[in-house]
Antibody, heavy 118, light 109 residues
Framework: QLQLQESGPELVKPSETLSLTCTVSGASISGSGYYWGWIRQSPGKDLEWIGSFYHSGNTYYNASLKSRVTISVDTSNNQFSLRLTSVTAADTALYYC??????????WGQGTLVTVSS | ETVLTQSPATLSLSPGERATLSCRASQSVTTYLAWYQQKPGQAPRLLIYDASTRAPGIPDRFSGSGSGTDFTLTISSLEPDDFAVYYCQQRSNWPPAYTFGQGTKLEIK
């Protein structure tokens, strides 16, 4: 059974960097056919795709976040990470990692709430 | 960016009734359209992908239809467990990018 689990700090100060890790079990993130990525949901409930990567190394980001986002991969631990720089209160959200199968997200982590506040 | 607009924002129905939820895209997404159900404190759950294909384990009372810019999620006979928020989502062809609608809250009347 495929499972994804997000982890990382729950509180980040404004202007600092948000860092989260997604640990995947039940499937290899090095396998072909799937993208893996991050989605967030603001307190106002809007869902926003942040970015995704493919095992070949191709990575795609939301144009509105591209200048601040990096997704990296640790295949030895079957993990991938999100780094979002220069955060503001607008980045406060529930952050999900998810598997992308073709055109949709079929498996999601439970989500982790990150609050940006001093 | 392709914008998805869902209607209505809130739908009040009773168990046993038929629910019809709409999702309209600002430009054609062919059939790259998915539907999700989200309950409080849970991650979204995939219901329908490619506009009309049910995800594994999804009951057949859920169905999706449409292509191009207009899509519909239909729940044929509402069960108590179906009252939740529903989102549509599309994938742009190139470069790959994904957007979600703002959601429809299905509440018990």
């Amino acid at each position: 059974q495929l499972q994804l689990q997000e982890s990382g700090p729950e509180l980040v100060k404004p202007s600092e960097t948000l860092s989260l890790t997604c640990t995947v079990s039940g499937a290899s993130i090095s396998g072909s056919g799937y993208y893996w990525g991050w989605i967030r949901q603001s307190p106002g409930k809007d869902l926003e795709w942040i970015g995704s990567f493919y095992h070949s190394g191709n990575t795609y980001y939301n144009a509105s976040l591209k200048s601040r986002v990096t997704i990296s991969v640790d295949t030895s631990n079957n993990q991938f990470s999100l780094r979002l720089t220069s955060v503001t209160a607008a980045d406060t959200a529930l952050y999900y990692c998810a598997r992308t199968m073709r055109n949709h997200f079929d498996y999601w982590g439970q989500g982790t709430l990150v609050t940006v506040s001093s | 960016e392709t914008v998805l607009t869902q209607s209505p924002a809130t739908l009040s129905l009773s168990p046993g009734e038929r629910a019809t939820l709409s999702c309209r895209a600002s430009q054609s997404v062919t059939t790259y359209l998915a539907w999700y159900q989200q309950k409080p404190g849970q991650a979204p759950r995939l219901l329908i992908y490619d506009a009309s294909t049910r995800a594994p384990g999804i009951p057949d009372r859920f169905s999706g239809s449409g292509s191009g810019t207009d899509f519909t999620l239909t729940i044929s006979s509402l069960e108590p467990d179906d009252f939740a928020v529903y989102y549509c989502q599309q994938r742009s062809n190139w470069p790959p990018a994904y957007t979600f609608g703002q959601g429809t809250k299905l509440e018990i009347k």
